[in-house]
């Protein structure tokens, strides 16, 4: 099976301008998770969707948005970038959305904001 | 407190030792603890899942659960310099697929 795919992998952008990201799961896999993983604060949780409905939210601002299709690939949005946003953003797909389920990486999107 | 505590690191063992890795958590409802793999520029890779308490073995992995002392540990035998990446500890606390990380541990198997 392919693993999960996300493009692009490189994104440089300016302050204050916007973003999509793209996440395709394995083939078969229901939930996608996205991650934000900068040097200081590690890999954190910015929302999980399943089956097209967000199911968790972790703690960040309103900026950070998604929503997932019913061919389970998602899309997560920033708006108005800010230097902060620069990041390697993860998705991770698995089965479902059960506690127990193993989540597989995608490669990253790398995202510079200048 | 962090949800999930890791060492930093930088852990350096020689090649053929066992190299131990150690994770503490806060929330006693959590269910579901993963080790990943992180080379550098790479993406997290899972090595191990361990759901109940005792030992789980994986060739040259074995995690250790104990609840009772909130702990998670990764032990790796025979450590190979091809080990030397970063080793993340995840914990689900039965939030669907929401996983909280550890800041990792960075691992240094020298030959």
């Known amino acids: 099976k392919a693993g999960v795919t996300q493009t692009p992998r490189y994104l440089i952008k300016t302050r204050g301008q916007q973003v999509t990201l793209s996440c395709s799961p394995i083939?078969?896999?229901?939930?996608v998770s996205w991650y934000q993983q900068t040097p200081g604060q590690g890999l954190q949780f910015l929302f999980e969707y399943f089956s097209e409905t967000q199911r968790n939210k972790g703690n960040f601002p309103g900026r950070f948005s998604g929503r997932q299709f019913s061919n389970s690939r998602s899309e997560m949005n920033v708006s108005t970038l800010e230097l902060g946003d620069s990041a390697l953003y993860l998705c991770a797909s698995s089965l479902d959305s059960i506690s127990t389920d193993t989540q597989y990486f995608g490669p990253g999107t790398r995202l510079t904001v200048l | 407190q962090k949800e999930v505590e890791q060492n930093s690191g930088p852990l350096s063992v020689p090649e053929g030792a066992i190299a131990s890795l150690n994770c503490t958590y806060s929330?006693?409802?959590?269910?579901?603890f993963f080790w990943y793999r992180q080379y550098s520029g790479k993406s997290p890779e899972l090595i191990m899942s361990i759901y109940s308490n005792g030992d789980k073995e994986d060739g040259r992995f074995t995690a250790q659960l104990n609840k009772a002392s909130q702990y998670v540990s990764l032990l790796i035998r025979d450590s190979q310099p091809s080990d030397s990446a970063t080793y993340l500890c995840?914990?689900?606390?039965?939030?669907?697929?929401?996983?909280?990380f550890g800041q990792g541990t960075e691992l240094s198997v020298k030959p």
């Open positions: 083939s078969g896999h229901r939930s």
């Open positions: 929330d006693r409802g959590s269910q579901s």
């Open positions: 995840a914990v689900n606390n039965n939030q669907g697929g929401k996983l909280i």
